[in-house]
């Protein structure tokens, strides 16, 4: 049962390009994290997504991000026009449905620079 | 604002000694408070969670304190391993979100 996907998991653009993560759940799993972890800092949840529903985005900065998690293929974190500030780790996280909060399962991350 | 308070920022033990990561929280409303361990270029990964009416839960040579009244608790680790050099993160749950502390780099030492 392979784990939870991350690709890229490096992504170079420059400011003002667009950056776009996907993540591939655990098979069976319908819920998906998205979190951003900034260097010596702990992750910080960004948006809670089921298939085409967005359940929770109060972690998401108000612009250029978006997320989604359509009914075929993987969930895709989108930033538009970045900045150097979007340089961080993003890490997707999938879990089960019916689960405790916890029980998430994290992919490797994508790690994102901007220059 | 930080939700989840954690120190401390590195710890250095050697092998065999006892690893101790404290935590605090304010929120009396987190629900589960799980402890996550990463190793570098890796996601996160579950270690030991434990609920607010548990004092402690112990699994293999983990074990979480638990102190309501205070709004702290801990992850001790036993005869740490050099394989137990990781970077490790509290959190807590509520309303279906995790928030994370801000990570203890812990190094054993041979």
């Known amino acids: 049962n392979a784990g939870v996907m991350q690709n890229p998991r490096h992504l170079v653009r420059r400011r003002g390009q667009e950056a776009r993560l996907r993540c591939s759940p655990m098979?069976?799993?319908?819920?998906v994290y998205w979190y951003r972890q900034l260097p010596e800092e702990g992750l910080k949840f960004m948006v809670y997504?089921?298939?085409?529903?967005?359940?929770?985005e109060s972690g998401m900065p108000k612009e250029r991000f978006s997320a989604e998690f359509p009914k075929e293929g993987p969930s895709i974190l989108r930033i538009q026009q970045v900045v150097r500030g979007d340089s961080a780790a993003y890490f997707c996280?999938?879990?089960?449905?019916?689960?405790?909060?916890?029980?998430?399962?994290f992919g490797p991350g994508t790690r994102l620079t901007v220059t | 604002q930080q939700q989840v308070k954690q120190s401390p920022q590195s710890l250095i033990v050697q092998k065999g000694g006892i690893s101790i990561i404290n935590c605090a929280y304010e929120?009396?409303?987190?629900?589960?408070f799980p402890w996550y361990q990463q190793f570098p270029g890796k996601g996160p990964a579950l270690l030991i969670a434990?609920?607010?009416?548990?004092s402690e839960k112990k699994e293999g040579r983990f074990t979480i304190s638990f102190n309501k009244s205070a709004k702290q608790f801990s992850l001790h680790i036993m005869d740490s391993q050099p394989g137990d050099s990781a970077t490790y993160f509290c959190?807590?749950?509520?309303?279906?979100?995790?928030?994370f502390g801000t990570g203890t780099r812990l190094t054993v030492i041979p």
């Open positions: 996280a999938s879990s089960p449905l019916n689960s405790v909060a916890y029980e998430q399962y």
């Open positions: 098979k069976g799993h319908s819920h």
């Open positions: 997504l089921q298939k085409e529903n967005i359940i929770d």
């Open positions: 929120n009396t409303a987190f629900d589960y």
């Open positions: 434990i609920r607010p009416d548990v």
């Open positions: 959190a807590a749950t509520g309303a279906n979100n995790l928030f």
